[in-house]
Protein backbone atom coordinates (compact mmCIF):
# COMPACT_ATOMS: atom_id res chain seq x y z
CA UNK A 1 0.00 0.00 0.00
CA UNK A 2 2.87 2.46 0.52
CA UNK A 3 4.40 1.74 -2.81
CA UNK A 4 0.76 2.77 -3.98
CA UNK A 5 0.80 5.56 -2.02
CA UNK A 6 4.23 6.96 -3.28
CA UNK A 7 3.46 6.55 -6.65
CA UNK A 8 0.27 8.24 -6.71
CA UNK A 9 1.86 11.48 -5.11
CA UNK A 10 5.57 11.19 -7.61
CA UNK A 11 2.14 11.17 -10.23
CA UNK A 12 0.57 14.08 -9.00
CA UNK A 13 4.18 15.75 -7.78
CA UNK A 14 4.59 15.52 -12.01
CA UNK A 15 1.42 16.50 -13.20
CA UNK A 16 1.38 19.29 -10.76
CA UNK A 17 5.10 20.68 -11.66
CA UNK A 18 4.12 20.36 -15.43
CA UNK A 19 1.07 22.46 -15.08
CA UNK A 20 2.79 25.02 -12.03
CA UNK A 21 3.34 28.68 -13.25
CA UNK A 22 1.46 28.51 -16.50
CA UNK A 23 -0.16 32.10 -16.54
CA UNK A 24 -1.89 31.14 -20.71
CA UNK A 25 -4.11 27.72 -19.19
CA UNK A 26 -7.37 29.44 -20.65
CA UNK A 27 -5.65 30.49 -23.72
CA UNK A 28 -3.86 26.58 -24.68
CA UNK A 29 -7.36 25.28 -23.48
CA UNK A 30 -9.13 27.77 -26.59
CA UNK A 31 -6.55 26.81 -29.09
CA UNK A 32 -6.98 22.80 -28.36
CA UNK A 33 -11.07 23.84 -28.70
CA UNK A 34 -10.23 25.12 -31.94
CA UNK A 35 -8.26 22.63 -33.06
CA UNK A 36 -10.42 19.88 -31.95
CA UNK A 37 -13.39 21.96 -33.67
CA UNK A 38 -11.20 22.25 -37.14
CA UNK A 39 -10.71 18.39 -37.21
CA UNK A 40 -13.91 17.55 -36.39
CA UNK A 41 -15.12 19.88 -39.36
CA UNK A 42 -12.33 18.54 -41.56
CA UNK A 43 -13.69 14.79 -40.66
CA UNK A 44 -17.07 15.70 -41.44
CA UNK A 45 -16.20 17.42 -44.99
CA UNK A 46 -14.07 13.93 -45.86
CA UNK A 47 -16.61 11.84 -44.88
CA UNK A 48 -19.63 13.75 -47.29
CA UNK A 49 -16.81 14.37 -50.17
CA UNK A 50 -15.16 10.55 -49.96
CA UNK A 51 -19.03 8.51 -48.37
CA UNK A 52 -19.96 7.16 -51.52
CA UNK A 53 -16.61 6.27 -53.38
CA UNK A 54 -15.56 4.81 -49.78
CA UNK A 55 -18.85 2.71 -49.83
CA UNK A 56 -18.23 1.25 -52.91
CA UNK A 57 -14.65 0.59 -52.27
CA UNK A 58 -16.13 -1.36 -49.23
CA UNK A 59 -18.46 -2.93 -50.80
CA UNK A 60 -16.20 -4.63 -53.33
CA UNK A 61 -13.92 -5.82 -50.74
CA UNK A 62 -16.22 -7.32 -48.93
CA UNK A 63 -18.16 -8.72 -51.95
CA UNK A 64 -14.25 -10.07 -53.12
CA UNK A 65 -14.32 -11.68 -49.82
CA UNK A 66 -17.32 -13.17 -49.82
CA UNK A 67 -16.26 -14.79 -53.25
CA UNK A 68 -13.29 -16.08 -51.85
CA UNK A 69 -14.14 -17.43 -48.57
CA UNK A 70 -17.21 -18.82 -49.67
CA UNK A 71 -17.03 -19.82 -53.29
CA UNK A 72 -20.92 -20.86 -54.54
CA UNK A 73 -19.68 -23.81 -56.60
Do not use: H, S
Not at 3 to 25: E, H, M, P, S
Not at 50 to 55: C, F, I, Y
Amino acid sequence: MNQLAAYVATIFTAVGDRFTGRKDRGATAVEYGLLVGLIAVVIIAAVLFLGDTLTGIFENVGDTLDENVNPTE
